[in-house]
């Protein structure tokens, strides 16, 4: 099995320590970083997204693969770094004011990594100026925005309708997701998507920067 | 016999319906943690309570679903025994107190907390519910079976009865929790951390509530506590601004009673977007059925 495959079986089965290893053995053996992201992480966590949806894996299972793959990232990424390679896109993530809910916001982030975004992860209980300014000071193109409770997801419409105010609404994609939340809600505050689960956003996310 | 079974000798008890959208109903800031208002609004939680009981809440629950140590901050202490002392004064002995214990809202398998910070927020909650005069301690809306057996612990360790509920709303069949627990995973383990009732709250709407219950059942002698959602919320713009309401009546809520009760739950009442007309269907519904004290 060469270093890749044993990776990417490492990220499936969510062992962070094989994945380090692998990451290691493979850099030894002269594969490039982007290679790795592109080539073996990327793929993996998408199939790490595949279960989810087939409802084969659940939460604790995808958390592990996203630690594997996290260890991954942090030995590929300076080396990344160096050789100037882009992300396929930069997203500003969050849980909008109101909400302390982070859990499923968190997976969506490590799902996006794992995808190959640049992820700037807000935390929760985030205010509409606080995305904006992520978004225009880290040149994101993509904004994602999380809520768990029926009672907070109308805060995702009042930081949709300031990005508007703000003049940056063409500037950035919105994609809006949480337990709460369904596309007519989408479709009813002006988001650019809705992505239903965690590995919904990850395609999501890609559909809408290559828009 | 013990607490929970004298309880339970005159057959099914129905317990209360939502809170959060009663309390948003009388001026509840959106994304405002209720359990404050126990503080700063105490007659406004006893008019909820109030109309569950009138309604004809045989069980009605207390305001302090989030107010641990990890979810939120303030006098803990003071949260959760105005807590108890509005639910209990709204009962007037008419309805039995279970005290709210939610989950902490961090994940113990992410590291986001450890177990001994959950256990100290727990055993906190616990203590100051059960000294207010609590009847019994529900925990409820867990998805992770780790977590429960820790409040379950905690809450055990006050001597009262302690009820032990999850939220199954994953999995192609909406029979599992998020953390992917199944309906037989809760029962042994819930057993096994000496819960006294096990079962099933929120989710995702009624109609998937009765194939959960039973499963619980078959796997478990405890009493099962059923409390699902009025469905999923819709979301309505409207010129005030975005309305919810949720998908189900209160009569086609109720039409679930009998099937419920054949799965053999032994407490049942709302969740998420039910109200005290929920449980007045469901007290109407009982008195029509054939088996009315079984």
């Known amino acids: 099995m060469s270093e890749l495959e044993k990776l990417h079986e490492a990220v499936i089965e969510g062992d962070w320590k094989a994945a380090a290893a692998a990451t290691e053995a493979a850099i030894a053996a002269g594969v490039a970083p982007l290679t790795i992201v592109t080539g073996c992480l990327v793929p ?53 004011k109101g909400d302390l809910h ?64 703000a003049g940056l609404r063409e500037k950035v994609k919105i994609m809006v997701g949480g337990a709460p939340v369904t596309q007519q809600y989408a479709d009813a505050i002006g988001a650019d998507g809705y992505g239903e689960s965690a590995g919904a956003a990850v395609a999501l996310a890609r559909r809408l920067v290559a828009a | 016999m013990s607490r929970l079974g004298e309880w339970l000798a005159g057959g099914l008890l129905i317990t209360d319906g939502a809170w959060g959208t009663e309390l948003q109903a009388r001026g509840l800031a959106p994304g ?34 989030r107010a641990n140590a990890v979810s939120m901050e303030g006098d803990l202490e003071a949260i959760n025994r105005a807590g108890v002392e509005i639910s209990k004064r709204a009962a007037a002995g008419k309805a039995l107190v279970f005290a709210s214990i939610g989950p902490t809202g961090k994940m113990l398998m992410a590291g986001e907390i450890g177990p001994e910070q959950a256990v100290a927020a727990f055993a906190a909650q616990a203590a100051a519910l059960a000294a207010a005069g609590a009847d019994a301690l529900l925990v409820e809306t867990m998805s992770d079976i780790e977590e429960a057996r820790l409040a379950v612990a905690a809450a055990k360790s006050t001597g009262l009865p302690v009820i032990a509920s999850f939220a199954f709303d994953s999995g192609k069949n909406k029979d599992r929790t998020m953390m992917g627990a199944t309906p037989e995973a809760v029962a042994a383990a819930m057993v096994e951390a000496g819960a006294d009732a096990v079962g099933a709250n929120c989710g995702v709407g009624v109609e998937h509530a009765a194939p959960v219950c039973r499963r619980l059942h078959a796997a478990c002698h405890l009493p099962i506590w059923i409390k699902p959602n009025a469905g999923l919320p819709i979301m309505e713009e409207t010129p005030e601004g975005t309305a919810i309401r949720y998908d189900t009546s209160a009569e086609s809520f109720a039409s679930h009673y009998a099937a419920l009760h054949e799965a053999g739950a032994s407490f049942l009442g709302g969740c998420c977007g039910s109200t005290p007309d929920f449980i007045r269907a469901l007290v109407s519904t009982r008195a029509s059925a054939p088996c009315a004290s079984s």
Not at chain 1, 113 to 140: H, M, Q, S, Y
């Open chain 1, 44 to 96: 993996a966590m998408d199939e790490v997204g595949r279960r989810f949806e087939c409802e084969e894996y659940f939460v604790p299972e995808m958390l592990l693969s996203a630690r594997a793959m996290k260890a991954s990232m942090q030995i590929v990424r300076p080396l990344l770094v160096a050789t100037g390679a882009q992300p396929i896109g930069r997203v500003v993530i969050g849980t909008v």
């Open chain 1, 102 to 165: 982070d859990i499923g916001k968190n997976l969506v982030a490590s799902m996006l990594e794992g995808g190959g975004f640049e992820v700037i992860d807000l935390g929760a209980d985030v205010a509409p100026e606080r995305f904006i300014e992520a978004a225009a000071t880290k040149n994101a193109n993509l904004v994602a925005l999380s809520a768990l409770l029926t009672v907070t997801m109308t805060s995702m419409k009042t930081t949709i309708d300031a990005f508007q105010t």
């Open chain 2, 32 to 65: 405002a943690a209720p359990d404050t208002w126990n503080l700063t609004h105490p007659e406004r939680v006893e008019a909820v309570a109030r109309a569950y009981v009138e309604a004809g809440s045989q069980v009605i629950l207390t305001n302090t679903f």
